[in-house]
């Protein structure tokens, strides 16, 4: 079989291979709202206050289980001044995830701390073996 032969031949089979795969397309499908409180600080457990105070300079995003609860924890780093607050804009549930949406709103200038703070939220919800998707 010749040079030319051989490429239309790789030519065919990788056609072939390409038009057999497709995407899948994972529909997360209706979401419904998810009841949850917003945890005191003094109601954290203690293991989840330390790994948030271990990452709180940088932002993160984590659950920490205990029973039948599941903590959702959101930090937004490192920021210059204090009086930051976070807005919960949605905790829901699919039939493939539970979604934990925050936004960071920025302190009136009358509030604004001169010390560096990290603003965090914890939520509450029950035991779920679904993973989070969080966004914000």
Known sequence: MGKKAAGLVCIFLLMVIL?????IRIEEGERTPLKYTIVKQEE??????EL???????????TYQVGD????MKGYGEQLTGGYSIQVEEVSESENAV????????PAEEK??????????VLKI????KPVEFSG
């Open 112 to 121: 604004a701390g001169s010390e560096p703070s990290y603003p965090c939220i």
């Open 126 to 129: 029950a035991e779920t073996k």
């Open 69 to 72: 609860v599941r903590y959702l």
């Open 44 to 49: 954290i457990p203690a293991e989840a206050v």
């Open 99 to 106: 979604f934990c949406k925050t936004r960071l709103i920025g």
């Open 52 to 62: 948030m105070e271990q990452k709180k300079e940088k932002t993160f995003q984590m």
């Open 19 to 23: 038009t057999g795969c497709q995407l």
